[in-house]
């Protein structure tokens, strides 16, 4: 494409050189654009970690949320995280592959499948807030589970479900056909062509879609404040049914006190939750890369 | 052709076949039941939402609702129109557009038209991080480093503040409209490149008058699910824009969205059957069908009016 242009460089009329001059102006324009996300994101990450970075300890790690900002802590947090994104998993993963191994594998070409696929591409776009407003209403009051760790899960699985269902649905079709007629000449039936040549070649797809979809459960807020998730608990849950909190929960509770000192725990507290999504992430592009190189 | 699949050889004992077959069957149905049970999601939100709607309407007016100035569901003397917290939410949405959109597309025409594959491998991934950080972590940043950056500037500006939301929100739904626009650009085929440039015209031309007019449904469609996420968002606008339902188009203002509403009035002790608790669901069933739209909106315009290309 440079050719093209080099071919306007022996041209030296006026207007011919003007809009050479455009078009370096716009190449520039579009160049700085893209910078302003990656900048905004250094700036973010930087002040993040200013703030954050000098306030975690051993005793912030380990201690329980607090009145006085020098003794608290994220331990309740913490744990309610991973129960939150282990139950999640439980629940949302194989309810989601089961799902998308239908549409991929079973479903018959018909307006109950059309429906099916359509409504989990809508499902992506509800805001997570009214998920939570679907969680308060079906699980915390209507099936009484309370304001538990069971019903913070139920409704993340609801938000990460089409999500999860999507990239699995992807990861399957990618599968070659070859291998199913294959194993379909071999005489066996849809269930063992399906668990034991799809899936196992699928599965690298399927867990990068899971985590990815996971680790924006981990940083969910607005649907588990919903479900009665609060900011001071000082235990950490020791049953699916116990009261919780969670991180990003921890941090909302701790930026909206007006004192500075809360601020910086609710730094440190971020920092905290970035290192952990970020290690999500990290095994979710280790998984996809292997499954790359092995295609 | 995968129905006949199933079918065994003459060999194998009947028994064995029948056992094999119920087992088929139950499978198959288990993981429709699972299929469908995607379905029940949203047949879950729309009965939940219509339902204590309905009984809402039973206690207020429809016509309150949709057209009073004065949110005050929690005071003594209440008052019941959404219009502020509408106001609030399309204030920041708008804010936000103002910046997400241009800025968005911009970064799209450098990716797909613009930047060498190698350069393009490392910009890619660093945007998904914009969309991969939570929503609370934004929220902290506007708080924390966006208002105080304003109020130097404009001393006036309160503390929560629309512009400040606006900011980080806009932020955050760059990589919506820069991802999905830069898929429909390079989804442009080459050939109309090549036929411009055999025109004479310059990149700057090719990109703004071929490349841009030919991806239009796409771009367009990314940027109404943009800001369909920016009405949706939640945390970054609660904690960052306040919580005053206030009707003004002044985004040095405090004000209320329709989401921080809903978390400002779940955080409170609301039992089941109040007024209070009627709202949120009032207010959702609003948020849900304004983001629906314009989700189906999006998805029209790109069946719509793709541009089909060999």
Same mark, same amino acid.
């Given at each position: 494409?440079?050719?093209?242009?080099?071919?306007?460089?022996?041209?030296?009329?006026?207007?011919?050189?003007?809009?050479?001059?455009?078009?370096?102006?716009?190449?520039?324009?579009?160049?700085?654009?893209?910078?302003?996300?990656?900048?905004?994101?250094?700036?973010?990450?930087?002040?993040?970690?200013?703030?954050?970075?000098?306030?975690?300890?051993?005793?912030?790690?380990?201690?329980?949320?607090?009145?006085?900002?020098?003794?608290?802590?994220?331990?309740?947090?913490?744990?309610?995280?991973?129960?939150?994104?282990?139950?999640?998993?439980?629940?949302?993963?194989?309810?989601?592959?089961?799902?998308?191994?239908?549409?991929?594998?079973?479903?018959?070409?018909?307006?109950?499948?059309?429906?099916?696929?359509?409504?989990?591409?809508?499902?992506?776009?509800?805001?997570?807030?009214?998920?939570?407003?679907?969680?308060?209403?079906? #699980?915390?009051?209507?099936?009484?589970?309370?304001?538990?760790?069971?019903?913070?899960?139920?409704?993340?699985?609801?938000?990460?479900?089409?999500?999860?269902?999507?990239?699995?649905?992807?990861?399957?079709?990618?599968?070659?056909?070859?291998? !199913?007629?294959?194993?379909?000449?071999?005489?066996?039936?849809?269930?063992?062509?399906?668990?034991?040549?799809?899936?196992?070649?699928?599965?690298?797809?399927?867990?990068?879609?899971?985590?990815?979809?996971?680790?924006?459960?981990?940083?969910?807020?607005?649907?588990?404040?919903?479900?009665?998730?609060?900011?001071?608990?000082? #235990?950490?849950?020791?049953?699916?049914?116990?009261?919780?909190?969670?991180?990003?929960?921890?941090?909302?509770?701790?930026?909206?006190?007006?004192?500075?000192? #809360?601020?910086?725990?609710?730094?440190?507290?971020?920092?905290?939750?970035?290192?952990?999504?970020?290690?999500?992430?990290?095994?979710?592009?280790?998984?996809?890369? !292997?499954?790359?190189?092995?295609? | 052709?995968?129905?006949?699949?199933?079918?065994?050889?003459?060999?194998?004992?009947?028994?064995?076949?029948? +056992?094999?077959?119920?087992?088929?069957?139950?499978?198959?149905?288990?993981?429709?039941?699972?299929?469908?049970?995607?379905?029940?999601?949203?047949?879950?939100?729309?009965?939940?939402?219509?339902?204590?709607?309905?009984?809402?309407?039973?206690?207020?007016?429809?016509?309150?609702?949709?057209?009073?100035?004065?949110?005050?569901?929690?005071?003594?003397?209440?008052?019941?129109?959404?219009?502020?917290?509408?106001?609030?939410?399309?204030?920041?949405?708008?804010?936000?557009?103002?910046?997400?959109?241009?800025?968005?597309?911009?970064?799209?025409?450098?990716?797909?038209?613009?930047?060498?594959?190698?350069?393009?491998?490392?910009?890619?991934?660093?945007?998904?991080?914009?969309?991969?950080?939570?929503?609370?972590?934004?929220?902290?940043?506007?708080?924390?480093?966006?208002?105080?950056?304003?109020?130097?500037?404009?001393?006036?500006?309160?503390?929560?503040?629309?512009?400040?939301? +606006?900011?980080?929100?806009?932020?955050?739904?760059?990589?919506?409209? +820069?991802?999905? +626009?830069?898929?429909?650009?390079?989804?442009?085929?080459?050939?109309?490149?090549?036929?411009?440039?055999?025109?004479?015209?310059?990149?700057?031309?090719?990109?703004?008058?071929?490349?841009?007019?030919?991806?239009?449904?796409?771009?367009?469609?990314?940027?109404?699910?943009?800001?369909?996420?920016?009405?949706?968002?939640?945390?970054?606008?609660?904690?960052?824009?306040?919580?005053?339902?206030?009707?003004?188009?002044?985004?040095?203002?405090?004000?209320?969205?329709?989401?921080?509403?809903?978390?400002?009035?779940?955080?409170?002790?609301?039992?089941?059957?109040?007024?209070?608790?009627?709202?949120?669901?009032?207010?959702?069933?609003?948020?849900?069908?304004?983001?629906?739209?314009?989700?189906?909106?999006?998805?029209?315009?790109?069946?719509?009016?793709?541009?089909?290309?060999?």
């Amino acid at each position: 494409m440079s050719d093209t242009e080099s071919m306007f460089a022996g041209v030296s009329n006026p207007r011919a050189r003007r809009r050479r001059r455009m078009g370096a102006v716009f190449a520039v324009l579009c160049a700085a654009a893209t910078m302003v996300g990656v900048v905004f994101l250094a700036v973010l990450l930087v002040d993040v970690a200013l703030d954050g970075v000098p306030r975690i300890t051993r005793e912030f790690l380990t201690g329980f949320a607090s009145r006085l900002p020098e003794q608290a802590g994220i331990k309740a947090a913490l744990a309610g995280s991973v129960w939150i994104l282990l139950l999640t998993a439980f629940i949302a993963f194989p309810t989601s592959v089961s799902a998308a191994i239908y549409l991929e594998e079973y479903a018959p070409h018909n307006w109950m499948t059309r429906v099916i696929q359509t409504n989990i591409a809508n499902l992506a776009g509800i805001p997570s807030i009214v998920y939570g407003i679907l969680g308060l209403a079906l #699980f915390v009051r209507y099936l009484g589970f309370d304001r538990s760790v069971l019903s913070g899960a139920l409704t993340l699985s609801l938000l990460v479900m089409p999500v999860i269902i999507m990239a699995s649905q992807e990861a399957i079709k990618a599968v070659p056909s070859t291998l !199913r007629e294959a194993a379909y000449g071999l005489g066996a039936t849809r269930w063992q062509v399906v668990s034991t040549q799809v899936l196992p070649m699928a599965m690298p797809g399927i867990l990068t879609g899971t985590i990815l979809a996971l680790s924006r459960a981990v940083g969910e807020t607005a649907p588990l404040i919903m479900v009665g998730a609060v900011g001071f608990i000082a #235990f950490t849950p020791s049953g699916p049914l116990d009261r919780f909190t969670v991180l990003p929960l921890q941090v909302y509770s701790w930026v909206s006190r007006p004192q500075e000192e #809360f601020h910086l725990l609710a730094a440190a507290g971020i920092v905290v939750l970035l290192v952990l999504l970020l290690t999500m992430n990290a095994v979710a592009i280790v998984l996809r890369n !292997r499954y790359q190189t092995r295609n | 052709m995968q129905e006949k699949a199933g079918v065994e050889g003459e060999g194998v004992p009947l028994n064995f076949r029948r +056992s094999r077959n119920v087992k088929e069957r139950l499978i198959g149905a288990g993981l429709f039941a699972c299929a469908a049970a995607s379905t029940l999601i949203t047949v879950g939100v729309v009965a939940v939402l219509l339902g204590e709607t309905i009984n809402f309407f039973t206690q207020v007016s429809i016509v309150e609702f949709f057209t009073g100035t004065r949110w005050e569901p929690m005071f003594l003397e209440k008052h019941f129109g959404v219009l502020p917290l509408l106001t609030g939410s399309f204030m920041v949405a708008g804010g936000a557009a103002i910046i997400a959109l241009p800025v968005g597309l911009l970064t799209a025409i450098f990716l797909s038209e613009y930047a060498q594959p190698g350069l393009r491998k490392v910009l890619k991934p660093v945007l998904e991080i914009l969309a991969g950080i939570p929503t609370v972590v934004y929220g902290y940043f506007a708080l924390t480093f966006v208002t105080p950056l304003i109020r130097t500037v404009l001393p006036g500006t309160d503390v929560f503040n629309a512009a400040s939301a +606006s900011i980080v929100v806009g932020i955050m739904i760059i990589p919506t409209v +820069s991802s999905l +626009s830069e898929d429909a650009l390079r989804a442009v085929p080459n050939v109309l490149r090549e036929g411009a440039y055999g025109l004479g015209a310059t990149k700057l031309e090719v990109a703004t008058r071929v490349v841009v007019p030919a991806a239009l449904s796409g771009i367009v469609a990314s940027f109404i699910l943009a800001i369909s996420r920016a009405i949706g968002e939640t945390m970054a606008v609660t904690i960052a824009a306040g919580n005053l339902p206030n009707m003004t188009l002044n985004p040095f203002e405090s004000i209320q969205t329709m989401t921080a509403y809903i978390v400002q009035a779940s955080l409170g002790d609301t039992p089941r059957g109040t007024i209070v608790y009627q709202t949120l669901f009032a207010v959702g069933m609003t948020l849900f069908l304004i983001t629906l739209a314009m989700n189906i909106l999006s998805q029209w315009i790109l069946s719509r009016f793709r541009e089909e290309y060999e």
